[in-house]
């Protein structure tokens, strides 16, 4: 782990905060990194946010909600899990071992949000938002590797006509802990858009959007011509 921790430019305190960060529930043991995701994702998206404020004082509040969630999202992280080569340092079952599971963007990112959550127990706020600024140093370059983004690009769709923020919702979970997937359902101005499936919660959402997006400009297509 010492060469991860090069990589990060921290240095644990306690590595068994990291060594837990670095535990897929597939391992079965007592703890897995599945809180310190949920924590990370709070820390990556406020100091994303933090970071969007004040380099672009000009944007309005859809711009940046739809560059943060660019830069969030399952793709990005993956992406710079990649770069750290995170899914060496994992720990998981023999089952995921066995089905490529150090290479799976959706394990990838949900290991770099633990990452990040455990920078910040063990380092405070200060350390963890170090750490994004490093990581997210070139923002624009990560958010070009996700050509669009379609929650993003829902949100500002529906701002943009008074219709109000788009509201998810994970309606059906199915497979083993190793291999879940998810549908879930998005609400457009209190009505069912759209629903969407993929391996993580963000990847559902992110195809419930998709699909959302295109049905509410069809019926505006539609409206129009009548």
């Known amino acids: 782990m010492q060469l991860l921790q090069t990589a990060l430019g921290y240095r644990f305190h306690d590595e068994a905060t990291l060594r837990l960060a670095l535990t897929h ?3 079965k043991e007592s ?23 004040h380099k672009y004082p ?11 969630a660019t830069l969030v999202c399952e793709e990005t992280l993956y992406h710079i899990a990649r770069s750290l080569d995170l ?16 290479r799976k963007p959706s ?49 500002a769709y529906t701002q943009a006509r008074d219709m109000g923020l788009p509201e998810y919702a994970v309606v059906e979970e199915s497979g083993p802990a190793h291999d879940r997937r998810f549908v879930t359902e998005v609400r457009v101005a209190g009505r ?19 699909t959302a997006l295109a049905n509410l400009k069809a019926e505006g297509d539609a409206d129009a011509a009548e």
């Open 107 to 155: 394990i990838l990112a949900d290991a770099m949000e633990a990452v990040i959550a455990a920078v910040y127990l063990d380092g405070g706020a200060d350390a963890a938002r170090a750490l994004i600024g490093r990581l997210y140093a070139d923002e624009e370059a990560l958010s070009a590797l996700r050509g669009q983004d379609d929650k993003g690009l829902l949100q």
């Open 58 to 68: 000009s944007l309005q509040e859809g711009e940046l909600t739809a560059k943060r």
């Open 31 to 53: 703890r897995d990194n599945q809180r310190l995701e949920f924590l990370g994702d709070a820390v990556l998206g406020f100091a994303v946010g933090d970071l969007l404020y």
């Open 192 to 210: 069912a858009a759209a629903r969407g499936e993929g391996g993580s919660k963000k990847a559902a959402e992110q195809a419930a959007a998709r």
């Open 25 to 27: 529930p597939s391992v």
């Open 87 to 102: 899914g060496r340092y994992l720990r998981m079952g023999h089952g995921e071992e066995s089905t490529a599971g150090r």
